[in-house]
C-alpha cells in the first residue's frame, strides 16, 4: 500500500525556518523522483520542489528552499528558510505516477507574527 507521511511543520515567524520530513512507503523509494507540493485555503495545489537526478524549485520559493532526501530512510525533506506569510499552506509530498494518485494527510505549515 502506498502512504506518504508528511511531518515538521508548525507556527512560525516570518524570517524563520522550517524542516519538512515524507516518509513514503509501498514502493520502490529509489527509483522514483520526489516533489513537494502545496495548498493555500482557496488556492490549487501548486508545485513547490522536486528531486530526481537533479533539483528544481518553484520560482517563489527559489533560493529559500532546498528539497533533499534520505534513499537509505525513503524520506525525502524540505528545508525552508526566510519563510513568508505567503508560504502559509498544508505541504504534501508524492512521487511520478502510478503512486501520484495517492496522497498523505500533509503538514500544516503556518507563517504569522
Known amino acids: 500500500q502506498v502512504q506518504f507521511v508528511e511531518s515538521g511543520g508548525g507556527l512560525v515567524q516570518p524570517g524563520g525556518s522550517l524542516k519538512l520530513s515524507c516518509e513514503a512507503s509501498?514502493?520502490?523509494?529509489?527509483?522514483?523522483?520526489m516533489r513537494w507540493y502545496r495548498q493555500a485555503p482557496g488556492k490549487e495545489r501548486e508545485m513547490v520542489a522536486g528531486i530526481s537526478t537533479i533539483t528544481y524549485y518553484a520560482d517563489s520559493v527559489k533560493g529559500r528552499f532546498t528539497i533533499s532526501r534520505d534513499n537509505a530512510k525513503n524520506t525525502v525533506y524540505l528545508q525552508m528558510n526566510s519563510l513568508k506569510p505567503e508560504d502559509t499552506a498544508v505541504y504534501y509530498c508524492?512521487?511520478?505516477?502510478?503512486?501520484?494518485?495517492?496522497w498523505g494527510q500533509g503538514t500544516q505549515v503556518t507563517v504569522s507574527s
Open positions: 508524492n512521487a511520478d505516477p502510478p503512486f501520484s494518485a495517492y
Open positions: 509501498g514502493f520502490i523509494f529509489n527509483y522514483n523522483a
